[in-house]
């Protein structure tokens, strides 16, 4: 629904929300689990320019996870409360203000289960035909967005390192497998999407009614050894080739904010099969404009790899919710569910090296001559979204990074302190 | 270690617990959630024969994941405290029994992340030689224990009844799929694994320090259809086949009862490659001997379909443990990882239907004289298993059951209230 907050000539008080590049306008207004400096306290926070609104005490609300509990006209009413709290100023709300620059953004809320999907038919063929030459879209593929459990406790927030993972490798076609650290890591731009409500076990979610289930989205790398995937992936999917780390943006933009965002055009093309009656989307794809910088330990700025465009996607995120619903397993609020590879048709488009470099053999030159297969040490991966759409203000998603730290030298070493599990804020 | 807690000749002031046939004799002691009836609160129970000991009002102990959380020496020094308690009878200590038949029995803990293994090579090989008669059981097979992610939100305790998922089916080799209720639900025999205290991301487990994790073991019914099985399993390994229900007992029988029940000889052929040097396993796997047990909605008293040995499993779970956290990938308090289906060499000790029917071609006769390929509604499905040794008390790790109900009419209708999701208790 489409009301007064979307409007583009709404200006805020916090005047660096007003300036045109503006990731966080007033129509944005995403929300991150916060802590102040020297206060243990998990906060609610809400994003506009370059400052932080303290929720939990402008509004007294509790934490993100119940705000995520509310039904979608809850979240309506409360971002109408904090859209007129930005919007007209009145004495004392400053103080609700912290600069974005002094507060510790955290995971977003406790997540329970992690879903990752698949739904990219361009990175579905192209990986696909890396792994399966013969074979590679399968025959389920155009039926069903298919997806796999992922790893809830690896999950962290942006700006964690991310600790090159051991595994099993095999480096002779008929050798035996060693353990040894991944020569092959890869990043995934992907876009996260939270739940809000949850559903009964038991009750599939309809597809009228699938995107009041929708909380909002992030930014979501879904790191990537494919070297132990290739390895372990038969017969039950990827497992340690995913699971060491998955790494997510803080800020997270609501369905709200999402509304003026929508493709009227179906991505699937008129001669594929149309979706089975309870998979039929109702509403157009959003379009969310993604891309990946990279930054090599050498370079002093990032340089952007590819560009990628969320509505090209085979299934909506309605769709996805629907799938995982339809044999009655619950879903419950918090939960996260990625997209999986954001990749288009075109070269450019490509959401990870494995596309780009095609499985190694087509290095990315870099600026500073240097090349890469596959990500190296020091490495620093920088993932950003944004909507774009004529007559409404542009909203940012903000930036998910994560840089590379070498493998450690073997099981027994402790790694430093920064690889250390970041925990859940509930 | 073996201790005083373990001698054969103890006995409880409890007398049900010195029956010869009794589960839970005082060397047993495992732990479940419970509630009292008309009490909200979550309490700490531990069995002692046909009796519950409030554990968190006789010793003042919090919450199951409290415990789970302690390190092994103080997990120890409990279960002493909680033996002597149960030995020498001190005035007022009946106060704090409850008849097991009155108290409420809930999911141990709540669960992060759930983990499924596939560790026995009787099932990988007869169930692989199903879906891929050419390549039965794949190359990695022998070298890592192969797993895939689970879904947490619908794991529930015995006794939840089960309702027959819808799915995507493929009827004809050719036709399109159809969405319609599963027709080839099944069941599998696994042994679960809850863990305690918890590791840091990045930092594999080593094989010798691995059972310092395990907190202790229960019963856990991985409810399959097989037929979304087939048609979504590739490549990204299953999914809604399995995400509709899993079952565990809600007695968590602890490493520490279970010392005693340690085969000495590997389950590895000599022929066989052993294994990496991180996976060679430290010590011997748990012999604990498992049952499914079948009662048709004709039949008054369930049959045995089928019996086998958890200790001639492939892979340890200390194994498992050290392969899952290879990469780094953190494990939590209160994780839990499932065996995979606990299958043996011969015909009776094939833990599905799967396997007993040969994919329903040769159907199981049951004596009423009906027959099963797969589940039908109002079938119950029953675990049981136990651990025996010369020297000795025989311990059980009680059942774990669940009914089948028949499917919803149609996503819209709402099921009945004994399917919803069963809550975690914390």
Redesign the interface.
């Known amino acids: 629904m489409i009301d007064h907050t979307h409007d583009p000539e709404l200006k805020s008080w916090v005047e660096s929300a007003n300036s045109p590049g503006a990731e966080f306008p007033i129509q944005n207004m995403p929300y991150a689990s916060f802590r102040r400096a020297g206060d243990e306290r998990v906060r609610l926070g809400v994003a506009i320019g370059d400052q932080v609104v303290d929720i939990t005490e402008a509004f007294g609300t509790g934490s993100m996870q119940a705000v995520m509990e509310m039904p979608q006209e809850g979240r309506v009413r409360l971002r109408q409360r904090i859209s007129s709290f930005l919007a007209r100023h009145a004495r004392g709300s400053e103080t609700f203000l912290i600069p974005a620059s002094r507060v510790e953004l955290l995971l977003p809320c406790a997540i329970?289960?992690y879903t990752d999907f698949?739904a990219s038919i361009h990175h579905a063929t192209k990986v696909?035909g890396m792994?399966?030459p013969d074979n590679p879209l399968?025959p389920?593929y155009k039926?069903?967005p298919?997806?796999?459990?992922?790893?809830?406790?690896?999950i962290?927030v942006s700006g964690t390192a991310v600790?090159r993972?051991?595994?099993?490798i095999v480096e002779a076609a008929t050798g035996?497998?060693?353990?040894s650290p991944s020569k092959a890591l890869d990043y995934e731009l992907e876009l996260g999407a939270f739940l809000g409500p949850g559903s009964?076990?038991?009750?599939?979610i309809?597809i009228k009614k699938a995107e009041k289930h929708l909380f909002g989205v992030c930014l979501l790398n879904d790191w990537s050894?494919r070297d132990?995937q290739a390895?372990?992936?038969?017969?039950?999917?990827?497992?340690?080739?995913k699971?060491?780390?998955t790494s997510v943006s803080p800020w997270i933009v609501t369905r709200e904010a999402l509304e003026p965002f929508r493709s009227a055009v179906p991505a699937r093309p008129p001669e594929d099969?149309q979706p089975?009656?309870?998979l039929r989307a109702a509403s157009g794809a959003y379009r969310i404009m993604l891309e990946v910088w990279l930054r090599s330990a050498k370079m002093r700025e990032p340089v952007r790899v590819s560009q990628s465009d969320f509505s090209a996607m085979y299934w909506t995120l309605g769709q996805m919710l629907v799938?995982?619903t339809?044999?009655?397993?619950?879903?419950?609020t918090g939960?996260l569910i990625g997209s999986g590879t954001v990749s288009g048709r075109e070269k450019h488009n490509r959401g990870c090296l494995l596309e780009i470099t095609s499985r190694g053999r087509e290095p990315l030159e870099l600026p500073t001559g240097e090349t890469r297969r596959f990500l190296e040490d020091g490495d620093e991966v920088i993932l950003r979204g944004w909507c774009e759409q004529p007559g409404f203000r542009r909203i940012g998603l903000g930036e998910c990074r994560g840089v590379i730290l070498p493998a450690?030298q073997a099981?027994?070493?402790?790694?430093p302190k920064e690889?250390?599990?970041?925990r859940n804020p509930a």
């Open positions: 329970g289960d698949y696909g792994f399966r399968l389920n039926w069903m298919v997806a796999y459990h992922g790893r809830s406790s690896s962290v600790r993972p051991w595994g099993q035996p497998p060693v353990y009964t076990m038991g009750l599939p309809e050894a132990i390895w372990e992936y038969q017969p039950l999917g990827p497992f340690l080739a699971n060491f780390a099969p089975l009656p309870h799938h995982h339809s044999n009655g397993c619950p879903i419950r939960d450690i099981a027994s070493e402790t790694p690889s250390t599990v970041a």
